[in-house]
């Protein structure tokens, strides 16, 4: 097979929507003379290429043979070079994946900028410019992205001296337009939103340039609640000391779904097999997790578009109070869960089992007249209707190049779930659908939060049933696993989960310790934001800030 007949052994998907399988070595072929190296990490093989060959690779891998995800871009220095990963999925097929290594020359690291070919690449360089010190050539805004300007070196770089002096000068927060007037033959004022605004959903600052009254441009700031998640994790062992870390990603309420994407990592990692029993229970606990975190987002959206806080926005939260109980009862926390632990969970459900099971049923039983009550208050709303319904408009091929997964990019109409789509847990044995919508708009993506609610509550009521009717003697909640793991040297693997919010991934590198030597967390919430201004611009102001609730952020886990 040569570069100029892709065709003859990479095969389209057939009619029933079918990806066919790539075999390594026909994909090195495809990639011709750019390889130079292979590399296979645990879950995809690896293709080691030169630094100035990236835009051709990586577009022929999404244009002949359909990787047109790409999910993160991990970047990492070791002792003789830099490196970076461009970890590429199927959007047809998350289940094909494979890795573009680029190595950079330890004096001079420098290589040629992805974000030609995936937009999604923009903020992924520049956060690896910005903690590890790559320079991606052809990159169109290169410069930091969660610190100030002004920083002095890269913080995940081995060299990286913590006790350095850094000075911000007061310039850094001046009008980047220069002049605080408004010049007398344009319409053109630029307005700081945030970054303490209750509209940001966090510590977000907006920069806005309006057009009269229109959003001719916006630019997302953030980093200002940046807490080093990935070095604390580098600094804890696999077994214990890494768990607790999750829960404060998405610290709002989607603790277990996070302790997941870290477990399924590091247990493929290792090869830890999980028993089945623990596999509901954990199924269990993220379809709750789910169902609070949409909650949250439905209640923050009506107070967003609506500034309905006494109705919506106490009914959603009173629901999602009922959730907590639950978790509560089966974690022992309220938020910060712990629950999960590498193997299975930390213990099996709480005593008496009838008591749990009869809350957790009520609590199901309840849940579709409270969605009803929803409808009427929101969707039905016409002042709703008209704020959204048009507005905040995200096409699925923009989305796509954007990585943008989740609520997000169902709400665009494109149907993946990692859930169906990359089973992990007991997803794959139960009975439930994916909910996508296609009006591409913040009214769709409040709808699918709506409607994932209910398959949530599927899934809960499936496990219940399983769980009672489970043998005693069979309720394993634990594998054998050693009291201390330490990985091959030089493993790698990328592994994602479903999050309420989307694909939420950890790649991690061993290095025959029992600590990682990279852990490198996939935040959906950063690439989802990286979308607002596909969004916003030419729409109004209070339609931006409805475009921003419909995404759903938390700065926790864009920041990490």
Not at 117 to 143: K, N, S
Not at 475 to 484: L, Y
Request: hydrophobic share 35%; proline share 6%; with cysteine.
């Amino acid at each position: 097979m040569s570069l100029e007949d892709p065709e003859s052994d990479l095969e389209p998907a057939d009619s029933a929507g079918v990806v066919p399988t790539q075999d390594p070595d026909e994909l090195a072929e495809l990639l011709g003379v750019h390889v130079i190296g292979r590399d296979d990490h645990r879950n995809a093989p690896g293709f080691v290429i030169r630094p100035d060959a990236v835009q051709d690779v990586l577009s022929t891998l999404k244009e002949e043979a359909d990787y047109d995800h790409l999910s993160v871009v991990t970047a990492q220095e070791y002792e003789n070079r830099y490196e970076s990963i461009y970890h590429l999925k199927k959007f047809a097929d998350p289940t094909q994946e494979v890795s573009i290594v680029v190595p950079a020359d330890k004096e001079n690291p420098v290589s040629q900028s992805a974000e030609p070919v995936f937009r999604t690449a923009d903020w992924h360089e520049r956060e690896a410019y910005d903690l590890v010190g790559i320079e991606y050539d052809g990159h169109p805004d290169l410069r930091r992205i969660l610190l100030p300007d002004t920083w002095q070196g890269h913080p995940l770089s081995l060299d990286y001296d913590q006790d350095q002096p850094q000075v911000v000068s007061l310039r850094e927060h001046a009008n980047p337009l220069q002049e605080d007037h408004m010049a007398d033959e344009s319409d053109t004022m630029f307005i700081n939103i945030g970054p303490h605004h209750p509209a940001t959903h966090g510590v977000l600052h907006l920069k806005t340039t309006l057009d009269g009254e229109q959003v001719a441009d916006v630019e997302s700031d953030i980093g200002y609640l940046h807490r080093n998640e990935e070095q604390m994790a580098q600094s804890g062992t696999y077994r214990h000391q890494i768990m607790p870390y999750p829960d404060r990603w998405d610290y709002i309420s989607a603790g277990l779904l996070n302790e997941w994407a870290y477990a399924r990592a590091a247990e493929d990692l290792a090869d830890i097999e999980v028993p089945e029993y623990a596999q509901i229970i954990r199924t269990m606990g993220a379809e709750m997790c789910r169902i609070a975190a949409h909650m949250l987002a439905l209640a923050t959206f009506a107070l967003d578009v609506n500034g309905d806080f006494t109705a919506t926005f106490m009914y959603a939260i009173n629901d999602r109070e009922q959730v907590q109980n639950l978790l509560e009862d089966l974690t022992g926390q309220r938020m910060m869960f712990n629950y999960f632990r590498l193997g299975g969970v930390v213990w099996d459900l709480p005593e008496p089992r009838e008591e749990f099971f009869s809350d957790t049923r009520d609590f199901l039983d309840q849940l579709p007249g409270s969605i009803e009550e929803y409808h009427d208050l929101l969707t039905a709303n016409e002042i709703l209707q008209a704020r959204t319904i048009g507005t905040g408009i995200l096409p699925p091929d923009v989305a796509k190049n954007y990585g943008a997964t989740g609520p997000v990019l169902r709400g665009s109409g494109v149907d993946y779930d990692l859930r169906r789509d990359d089973p992990y847990g007991y997803y794959d044995e139960l009975d439930w659908d994916v909910v996508t919508e296609d009006g591409c708009d913040n009214y769709s993506r409040l709808l699918v939060r709506m409607r994932e609610v209910e398959e949530s509550a599927k899934i809960i009521e499936q496990c219940i049933d399983l769980l009672e009717d489970w043998p005693e003697e069979e309720r394993n909640i634990q594998a054998n696993v050693p009291r201390t793991l330490k990985p091959d040297d030089d493993a790698e693997i990328y592994r994602a989960v479903e999050g309420a919010k989307g694909e939420l991934g950890v790649y991690i590198r061993s290095d025959g310790t029992d600590k990682p030597a990279r852990f490198k967390i996939r935040s959906p919430c950063f690439s989802n934001l990286q979308t607002l201004p596909e969004m916003a611009n030419g729409e109004y102001i209070p339609d931006m800030i409805a475009a921003l609730g419909s995404l759903d952020i938390v700065l926790g886990e864009v920041d990490r």
